[in-house]
């Protein structure tokens, strides 16, 4: 589970990343948050998907998004 902490261009510049690299849907919903849904059995894996995305992006994410467990 991702959480949008600003609401800044970067933020969904990161979001629409996710989505076109990861063929996903990563659209905030209530509260900001913005669920990574995948099989349980795959979730560490899709969440190390992630994470390599947001790392590779050139941007500091993490002033934008916060990864929860």
Do not use: C
């Not at 994470?51 to 050139?58: E, F, T």
């Amino acid at each position: 589970m991702l959480r949008v902490k600003s609401w800044e261009a970067p933020a969904f510049d990161l979001l629409e990343r996710i989505g076109s690299e990861l063929h996903v849907q990563a659209q905030p919903q209530t509260a900001g948050f913005v669920p990574i849904s995948v099989d349980r059995r795959r979730y560490d894996e899709a969440e190390a998907d992630v994470v390599r995305v947001l790392d590779a992006s050139g941007i500091a994410w993490r002033e934008h998004l916060e990864l929860r467990h």
